[in-house]
């Protein structure tokens, strides 16, 4: 089965500082996306940014951007300039497509809190 | 696009009750997820359809829990009979071939 962890339960962060959310996944699959959300207090799952397997590049969305490293498996979101609007819950999600399957699973999450 | 749209909002019920919570997925997606979260368990996926033909239910807990989903526009989860355990937020998500998954706002369900 493939999982998702994200090994930092809680985070906090001074507004306007860059903070780095860690992800990392386990695959046997050579093509695939990466996502991470976001999911403030009024719960709705909002997508911040994606990352396609096959690209070198890593993805950049305004101020969120993503460090991927395909040979150790891991995905991590960096926030810069951290606005406090950016306080939720932040979860690092990878769809399990092995064959026919499609499960987008998700990481336990990471409460990020962004301080004034 | 509306987004994907799920009712109701907030469901409250007695034990025993049948729950049903109905989803809307956007238009041209072919991909419809079910989650459930939680504190103690985080986000579940319990069951996804592609083209409207259920996929995998492996997560669905119990035989209390059903999905159907009619059309490519409706997809309902039924509970029945409801449990104080099955107090949770439900997700409806779609996607369109196997892309990002876009959320609705979800149920809270509470059940006493």
């Known amino acids: 089965a493939q999982t998702v962890t994200q090994s930092q339960p809680e985070m906090s962060v001074q507004e306007a500082e860059t903070v780095t959310l860690s992800c990392t996944y386990d695959?046997?699959?050579?093509?695939?996306?990466l996502f991470w959300y976001k999911q403030p207090p009024s719960r709705q799952m909002i997508l911040v940014i994606r990352q396609e397997a096959y690209k070198q590049q890593n993805a950049t969305e305004n101020r969120f951007s993503v460090n991927f490293q395909k040979a150790a498996k891991s995905f991590s979101l960096k926030i810069s300039d951290s606005q406090l609007g950016d306080t939720a819950m932040y979860f690092c999600?990878?769809?399990?497509?092995?064959?026919?399957?499609?499960?987008?699973?998700f990481g336990k999450g990471t409460l990020l809190t962004v301080n004034p | 696009d509306a987004g994907v749209i799920q009712s109701p909002r907030h469901e409250v019920t007695e034990m025993g009750q049948e729950v049903t919570l109905r989803c809307k997925p956007i238009?041209?997606?072919?991909?419809l997820f079910w989650y459930r979260q939680t504190m103690m368990r985080g986000l579940e996926l319990l069951i996804y359809?592609?083209?409207?033909?259920?996929?995998?239910d492996s997560g669905m807990p119990e035989d209390r829990f059903s999905a159907k989903m009619p059309n490519a526009s409706f997809s309902t989860l039924k509970i029945q009979p409801s449990e104080p355990r099955d107090s949770a937020v439900y997700f409806c998500?779609?996607?369109?071939?196997?892309?990002?998954?876009?959320f609705g706002q979800g149920t809270r369900l509470t059940v006493v």
């Open positions: 998500a779609s996607s369109f071939q196997r892309s990002e998954a876009f």
């Open positions: 238009s041209g997606h072919d991909y």
């Open positions: 359809f592609n083209n409207n033909v259920p996929i995998d």
């Open positions: 999600a990878f769809p399990d497509s092995g064959g026919s399957n499609y499960k987008l699973t």
């Open positions: 695959t046997s699959e050579n093509n695939y996306y």
